[in-house]
């Protein structure tokens, strides 16, 4: 199962839920399988959707879903310390872990030799980590989205390799008022 393969399954789970998705690739696929006016698509800040997440998450009642990448994840590692201080019981991210920057060339990233997230996340503070493989993504992901007493680091392990999609045919400042919208905010003037 590569990461497409697993957006598509678990994307049934996200209902109206608040949902951050990684820059590039994942929301491209994201945007294919089933575009949303809950989705906030990353178009150009690699390693932010878990800080983006976890801010929404706080200032929102509404259950937040980070889509992030071992390789983002790598890029900003203290979002773990903060996330392990800071999360709100309606926070989960979800690090898809393929071993690779998917989006720049499926170059390998250090969770394909010695690091190991679900450590790291641990060793930062995080409580509720659970690593697991692609197919028991939307199982685990379902009971974290109901559970309302905790936040939760999901690990899904997942192959390397992109599928052809097109570019999100939406500008950043649409996909911003449209999200602004659904969770009830004004749009920017």
Known sequence: MNRFDLLKLIHKVFKNNLIICN??????ELYQIKDQPNYFYMLGSMGLSSSIGLGLAL?????????????SV???MNTLSTIAN????NFTLLIIDNGSYGSTGDQKTFTSEK????KV?????CKNVIECEGKDTTEILSKAINDKKNSYVIISKVKSGNVNV????????TIRDRFRKFIGLVPYL
């Open 121 to 125: 996340a641990i060793g930062a503070g």
């Open 59 to 71: 200032s929102q009642n509404k259950d937040v879903i980070s889509i992030d990448g071992d390789g």
């Open 74 to 76: 790598l890029m900003n």
């Open 115 to 118: 690091t190991v997230l679900k």
């Open 86 to 89: 800071r999360a709100p019981n």
């Open 166 to 173: 097109e570019p999100i045919p939406l500008n950043p400042i």
């Open 23 to 28: 820059i590039g690739l994942p929301s491209q």
